[in-house]
């Protein structure tokens, strides 16, 4: 039992570059959710599915997309990286949306953008 | 005003003494309260959660929730060295509202 994985662990992109963040979780939960963690400004919201079938903006999701591909992955696009989408991204699942169940968070990704 | 509130920290104590973690939230309908562990360079863990008024006890940790002061902390007793990390606070509102994160207390436990 994996629980959150997330590829990949580490990425250097150049301004203007593109990339997908990839997510799986192997809880059957059903809600998803995309965070991006900067010093001093703690997990902030980027995109959540609160199940298979619907995705919905958080509260930094300019510049980000998302597919909730199925239940199990819920994948994150950048499609013209900026440097302040430097940052590390955290994927996270938990079992339902509309009631307080705890997040499971993947390892991160530490994303650097020049 | 942000919606949940930590000191930064650092707040140092020495080892076998209690922290004392303080978070207040500014919507008064919320309804979960979580706290979670991130140690340097890892991602967060869940170590406690609290819906109802008063303390909630796990071990060496107590939760304590005052839904009139809109305020909620996290005790740890006979802190030790492997306690030391950074602690979030995390807020959801009633009904199909989100999960807010405080920006973290960093807690240093002094050997």
């Known amino acids: 039992n994996a629980g959150v994985t997330q590829t990949p662990k580490f990425q250097v992109l150049k301004t203007g570059q593109s990339m997908t963040l990839q997510c799986a979780q192997d809880?059957?939960?059903?809600?998803m959710y995309w965070y991006r963690q900067d010093p001093g400004m703690g997990l902030r919201l980027i995109y959540y599915?609160?199940?298979?079938?619907?995705?919905d903006k958080g509260e930094v999701p300019n510049g980000y997309n998302v597919s909730r591909l199925n239940k199990r992955e819920f994948s994150l696009r950048l499609e013209s990286a900026a440097p302040s989408q430097t940052s590390v991204y955290f994927c996270?699942?938990?079992?339902?949306?509309?009631?307080?169940?705890?997040?499971?968070f993947g390892p991160g990704t530490r994303l650097t953008v020049t | 005003q942000k919606e949940v509130e930590q000191n930064s920290g650092p707040l140092s104590v020495p080892e076998g003494a209690i922290a004392s973690l303080n978070c207040t939230y500014s919507?008064?309908?919320?309804?979960?309260f979580f706290w979670y562990r991130q140690y340097s360079g890892k991602s967060p863990e869940l170590i406690m959660f609290?819906?109802?008024?008063g303390d909630k006890e796990d071990g060496r940790f107590t939760a304590q929730l005052n839904k009139a002061s809109q305020y909620v902390s996290l005790l740890i007793r006979d802190s030790q060295p492997s306690d030391s990390a950074t602690y979030l606070c995390?807020?959801?509102?009633?009904?199909?509202?989100?999960?807010?994160f405080g920006t973290g207390t960093k807690l240093q436990v002094i050997p």
């Open positions: 996270a699942s938990s079992e339902a949306w509309a009631s307080g169940y705890e997040q499971y």
């Open positions: 599915s609160a199940s298979e079938g619907t995705t």
């Open positions: 919507d008064r309908g919320s309804q979960s």
């Open positions: 809880m059957n939960h059903n809600s």
């Open positions: 609290i819906y109802s008024n």
């Open positions: 995390a807020v959801k509102g009633g009904g199909y509202q989100k999960v807010t």
